[in-house]
């Protein structure tokens, strides 16, 4: 594990300091309840708990909210891997697209496992000086096991000009 991944890790591992992220940075999905539960180098996982107040009226998570927190679990791996890169890296997101299965109740755990393949953009970004992108699936399921949504980010990288 890098150094800078490391301290990233470090950084957002703890339930307040992530909360604060949020609400600093993304605060609807602070205000939706979207926590990050697992994180390493190969994956993240964020649940989003169904509430009053992001529930749509066919009383499931409405899809922005559900959205949200599977772009969380991509979004916190890329920031993982540019985190203090010298120099630094840029992110984007460039594309995205979701698969609804059932209906989203109860509390949705969103998983992506693309921590190797988004290691491999940002220093194929840095060694070339050009964009590189990867596509991040992230899938949600409910308290049972069952899959309620796919989502898939493409993000894109550029080094950042001096």
């Excluded at 470090?10 to 949020?22: H, I, V, Y």
């Excluded at 992001?54 to 979004?75: C, D, R």
């Excluded at 989203?104 to 988004?118: D, L, R």
């Excluded at 970004?125 to 308290?143: M, Y």
């Amino acid at each position: 594990m890098s150094v800078n991944f490391q301290q990233f890790k470090e950084k957002m591992s703890g339930a307040f300091a992530f909360r604060l992220f949020l609400f600093r940075f993304v605060p609807a999905a602070y205000f939706a309840g979207v926590r990050l539960t697992a994180f390493d180098e190969e994956k993240a996982t964020c649940t989003v708990p169904q509430k009053w107040y992001n529930t749509n009226p066919f009383k499931s998570i409405y899809f922005a909210v559900l959205s949200m927190a599977a772009e969380i679990s991509t979004g916190v791996l890329c920031m993982a891997y540019i985190y203090r890169q010298k120099p630094g890296v840029s992110m984007l997101v460039t594309k995205n697209e979701g698969v609804f299965y059932k209906k989203a109740t109860g509390k949705i755990a969103f998983e992506c496992k693309s921590g190797k393949a988004i290691e491999q953009a940002v220093a194929q970004a840095i060694e070339t000086a050009e964009s590189q992108s990867v596509v991040c699936h992230s899938v949600g399921k409910n308290k049972d096991g069952e899959v309620v949504a796919e989502f898939y980010f493409t993000w894109s990288f550029k080094k950042r000009s001096i």
